[in-house]
């Protein structure tokens, strides 16, 4: 949805091809998010694919310490076995790294289009994020990100 709202979300299938989202996130983003920025990109978007989880103990067991989305998404890509994971909240990514699961977050995305020449620069995509879509970004991480990406002077 961040990447919606900041007009970027044709990074994903850019990068990754399809992206593949469980039942549960389709649901936070598509259905619970309808009328805001990005439902109706995601729910049209020939790239997304929906898919149920199999395994619903281990959602169950997840959801202890997860929301619905991230638990419904690491339990996919165990189920996937070579799926990378996009994924930002920190319990989230911790849990995806017990599992021993690949994960990027937003940022690495933006770091990674910059890479592959999707974009130009990473800082214009982290203002927008913070300013746009309210997406919270450290000031020492934007440091962090802009130096090891070359656009700080």
């Given at each position: 949805?961040?990447?919606?709202?900041?007009?970027?979300?044709?990074?994903?299938?850019?990068?990754?091809?399809?992206?593949?989202?469980?039942?549960?996130?389709?649901?936070?983003?598509?259905?619970?998010?309808?009328?805001r920025?990005?439902?109706d990109?995601?729910?049209?978007?020939?790239?997304?694919?929906?898919?149920?989880?199999?395994?619903?103990?281990?959602?169950?067991?997840?959801?202890?310490?997860?929301?619905?989305?991230?638990?419904?998404?690491?339990?996919?890509?165990?189920?996937?076995?070579?799926?990378?994971?996009?994924?930002?909240?920190?319990?989230?990514?911790?849990t995806?790294?017990?599992?021993?699961?690949?994960?990027?977050?937003?940022?690495?995305?933006?770091i990674?289009?910059?890479?592959?020449?999707?974009?130009?620069?990473?800082?214009?995509?982290?203002?927008?994020?913070?300013?746009?879509?309210?997406?919270?970004?450290?000031?020492?991480?934007?440091?962090?990100?802009?130096?090891?990406e070359?656009?700080?002077?």
């Amino acid at each position: 949805m961040n990447l919606a709202r900041i007009e970027a979300l044709q990074l994903l299938p850019a990068l990754y091809g399809t992206v593949t989202v469980p039942e549960a996130v389709w649901t936070e983003v598509v259905v619970d998010g309808e009328g805001r920025g990005g439902a109706d990109a995601v729910r049209t978007a020939a790239w997304v694919d929906r898919q149920a989880v199999a395994n619903r103990d281990l959602v169950r067991a997840l959801r202890r310490d997860l929301d619905a989305g991230e638990a419904e998404a690491i339990a996919l890509a165990i189920e996937m076995e070579s799926a990378l994971l996009l994924l930002d909240e920190r319990q989230g990514r911790a849990t995806a790294e017990h599992f021993e699961l690949s994960c990027i977050g937003l940022i690495g995305v933006l770091i990674e289009a910059k890479e592959n020449a999707h974009i130009e620069a990473v800082q214009p995509y982290l203002e927008a994020l913070r300013e746009e879509a309210g997406f919270w970004i450290s000031d020492q991480l934007y440091r962090r990100v802009l130096r090891d990406e070359g656009e700080l002077p």
